[in-house]
Protein backbone atom coordinates (compact mmCIF):
# COMPACT_ATOMS: atom_id res chain seq x y z
CA UNK A 1 0.00 0.00 0.00
CA UNK A 2 0.75 3.43 -0.62
CA UNK A 3 -0.05 6.59 0.65
CA UNK A 4 0.06 10.32 -0.81
CA UNK A 5 -0.75 13.26 0.81
CA UNK A 6 -0.52 16.42 -0.67
CA UNK A 7 -0.14 19.64 0.38
CA UNK A 8 0.50 23.46 -0.26
CA UNK A 9 -2.87 24.74 -2.34
CA UNK A 10 -4.67 27.71 -1.22
CA UNK A 11 -6.23 30.64 -2.89
CA UNK A 12 -3.95 33.22 -5.04
CA UNK A 13 -4.45 35.73 -7.19
CA UNK A 14 -4.10 35.64 -11.24
CA UNK A 15 -0.48 35.81 -11.82
CA UNK A 16 0.79 34.26 -8.48
CA UNK A 17 2.82 31.56 -7.92
CA UNK A 18 2.21 28.17 -5.55
CA UNK A 19 4.28 24.92 -5.21
CA UNK A 20 2.34 21.96 -4.59
CA UNK A 21 4.12 19.06 -2.50
CA UNK A 22 3.33 15.32 -2.27
CA UNK A 23 4.76 12.64 -0.21
CA UNK A 24 4.79 9.32 -0.46
CA UNK A 25 4.54 6.87 2.29
CA UNK A 26 4.24 3.06 2.56
CA UNK A 27 5.58 0.72 0.07
CA UNK A 28 7.68 3.77 -2.30
CA UNK A 29 9.55 1.38 -4.15
CA UNK A 30 6.41 0.03 -5.75
CA UNK A 31 6.26 3.54 -7.26
CA UNK A 32 7.64 4.80 -10.01
CA UNK A 33 6.52 7.28 -12.06
CA UNK A 34 4.15 10.33 -9.98
CA UNK A 35 1.98 12.94 -11.52
CA UNK A 36 -0.50 15.35 -10.79
CA UNK A 37 -4.19 15.80 -11.76
CA UNK A 38 -6.72 17.94 -11.38
CA UNK A 39 -10.37 18.49 -11.73
CA UNK A 40 -11.99 21.75 -11.95
CA UNK A 41 -15.66 21.73 -10.60
CA UNK A 42 -18.20 20.15 -12.88
CA UNK A 43 -15.49 19.09 -14.91
CA UNK A 44 -13.50 15.45 -15.65
CA UNK A 45 -10.20 15.09 -14.00
CA UNK A 46 -7.02 15.89 -16.23
CA UNK A 47 -3.72 15.68 -16.81
CA UNK A 48 -1.03 18.15 -16.02
CA UNK A 49 2.27 16.72 -15.18
CA UNK A 50 4.36 13.68 -14.53
CA UNK A 51 8.01 12.77 -13.63
CA UNK A 52 9.53 9.36 -13.75
CA UNK A 53 11.52 8.30 -10.66
CA UNK A 54 14.95 9.29 -12.23
CA UNK A 55 13.83 12.98 -12.46
CA UNK A 56 14.76 12.81 -16.35
CA UNK A 57 11.74 12.25 -17.90
CA UNK A 58 9.24 14.50 -17.51
CA UNK A 59 5.72 15.06 -19.04
CA UNK A 60 3.48 17.98 -19.29
CA UNK A 61 -0.06 18.82 -20.67
CA UNK A 62 0.00 21.68 -23.44
CA UNK A 63 -1.56 24.07 -20.97
CA UNK A 64 0.79 24.52 -18.55
CA UNK A 65 4.11 23.64 -20.62
CA UNK A 66 7.02 26.19 -19.70
CA UNK A 67 4.76 27.59 -16.31
CA UNK A 68 4.49 24.26 -14.62
CA UNK A 69 7.76 22.17 -13.50
CA UNK A 70 7.24 18.93 -11.84
CA UNK A 71 10.27 17.35 -9.42
CA UNK A 72 11.05 15.03 -7.09
CA UNK A 73 12.77 14.15 -3.96
CA UNK A 74 13.42 10.62 -3.54
CA UNK A 75 15.42 10.76 -0.73
CA UNK A 76 12.29 12.61 0.83
CA UNK A 77 9.77 10.46 -1.15
CA UNK A 78 7.96 13.79 -2.13
CA UNK A 79 6.85 15.10 -5.35
CA UNK A 80 6.47 19.00 -6.12
CA UNK A 81 4.42 20.95 -8.50
CA UNK A 82 6.13 24.46 -9.27
CA UNK A 83 3.12 26.79 -10.58
CA UNK A 84 4.03 29.92 -12.35
CA UNK A 85 2.09 32.39 -13.82
CA UNK A 86 -1.48 30.90 -12.50
CA UNK A 87 -4.82 31.73 -14.38
CA UNK A 88 -8.35 31.29 -12.79
CA UNK A 89 -9.34 28.68 -14.94
CA UNK A 90 -6.57 26.58 -13.76
CA UNK A 91 -8.46 26.63 -10.03
CA UNK A 92 -9.27 22.96 -9.50
CA UNK A 93 -8.26 20.17 -7.13
CA UNK A 94 -5.13 19.15 -7.81
CA UNK A 95 -4.25 15.30 -7.26
CA UNK A 96 -1.20 13.56 -6.58
CA UNK A 97 -0.67 10.06 -8.31
CA UNK A 98 1.67 7.08 -9.16
CA UNK A 99 2.25 3.87 -10.98
CA UNK A 100 4.30 1.86 -11.31
CA UNK A 101 5.63 2.12 -15.09
CA UNK A 102 8.05 3.36 -15.87
CA UNK A 103 6.39 5.86 -18.62
CA UNK A 104 5.22 9.00 -17.28
CA UNK A 105 1.53 8.58 -19.00
CA UNK A 106 -0.90 11.21 -19.40
CA UNK A 107 -3.48 8.44 -18.83
CA UNK A 108 -5.42 8.43 -15.52
CA UNK A 109 -6.19 4.60 -16.02
CA UNK A 110 -2.32 4.16 -15.73
CA UNK A 111 -2.15 5.57 -12.34
CA UNK A 112 -2.87 2.92 -9.19
CA UNK A 113 -2.88 5.20 -6.22
CA UNK A 114 -3.93 8.51 -5.76
CA UNK A 115 -3.93 11.18 -2.84
CA UNK A 116 -7.49 12.90 -1.59
CA UNK A 117 -6.18 15.97 -3.49
CA UNK A 118 -5.42 19.67 -2.54
CA UNK A 119 -7.45 22.87 -3.55
CA UNK A 120 -6.40 25.58 -5.87
CA UNK A 121 -8.00 28.85 -6.49
CA UNK A 122 -7.10 31.13 -8.82
CA UNK A 123 -8.91 34.20 -8.32
CA UNK A 124 -8.69 37.21 -11.43
Known amino acids: QVQLVESGGGLVQAGASLRLSCAASGRTDSILTMGWFRQAPGEQREFVAAIHKGGIITNYADPVKGRFTISRDNGKNTVYLQMNSLKPEETAVYYC?????????????????WGQGTPVTVSS
Open 97 to 113: TGRLGTIASDKQSHYGC
